[in-house]
Each structure stands twice: as structure tokens, then as C-alpha cells.
């Protein structure tokens, strides 16, 4: 039985909510620097995705990481997330 204290999150490539240790943190720093957070802890605005690049891939498509930053990634930068989420698949 899932606890219903399990906080969910929306995943910004499918739209499904899952819980958020399912999901992988997408962060903009302080800095306005984006990477993928794997711990979960490092601090700035943080957008989800599922742990697989096709929804990383659908959210890179429909720019929902940039609308929930409000501000433009770079596709150097998706570039990058892509391959560390392929990495850590
Ligand atoms: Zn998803």
C-alpha cells in the first residue's frame, strides 16, 4: 500500500504526478546554472522529469522546464542533461 503522506510531483515531459523520489530533479542555481540534481539537495528552483530521457526529451520539446524556470535553456544545456540523465539510467 503507497502512504498517502508520499509527496508527489508532476513530471514536466509526461504530466504524470509521481512520487518525488521517482522523479529526478531538474535545478537552476542561484547562479542560473542548470544541471540535474541526483541527490535532491542542492538548493535553487527546481522542475521534475521521470528518470528517462524520453520524457527529458518531451519536456526539452515542449519548453515546460523553461516555463516553470521562466527563463531560456540554452540546447547546449539539454544537451548536457541528456547525457547525464543517459548516464545515470
Ligand atoms: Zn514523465
Known amino acids: 500500500m503507497q ?8 513530471c514536466t515531459g509526461c ?10 530533479r531538474v535545478v537552476r542555481s542561484p547562479e542560473g546554472e542548470i ?4 541527490t535532491g539537495k542542492k538548493s535553487g528552483r527546481g522542475a521534475y522529469v521521470c528518470n528517462n530521457i524520453d ?3 518531451k ?4 519548453k515546460r522546464i523553461e516555463r516553470a524556470f521562466s527563463c531560456e535553456i ?3 544545456v539539454y544537451d ?6 543517459a548516464k545515470g539510467e
Do not use: Y
Not at 502512504?3 to 508532476?10: D, H, S, Y
Not at 504530466?15 to 529526478?24: F, I
Not at 519536456?59 to 515542449?62: V, W
Open 74 to 76: 540554452p540546447e547546449a
Open 15 to 24: 504530466n504524470e504526478h509521481k512520487p518525488k523520489r521517482e522523479l529526478v
Open 3 to 10: 502512504n498517502k503522506r508520499v509527496p508527489m510531483r508532476m
Open 80 to 85: 548536457r542533461l541528456e547525457e547525464e540523465m
Open 59 to 62: 519536456a526539452r520539446k515542449s
Open 55 to 57: 520524457c527529458l526529451k
Open 35 to 38: 544541471f540535474l540534481d541526483l
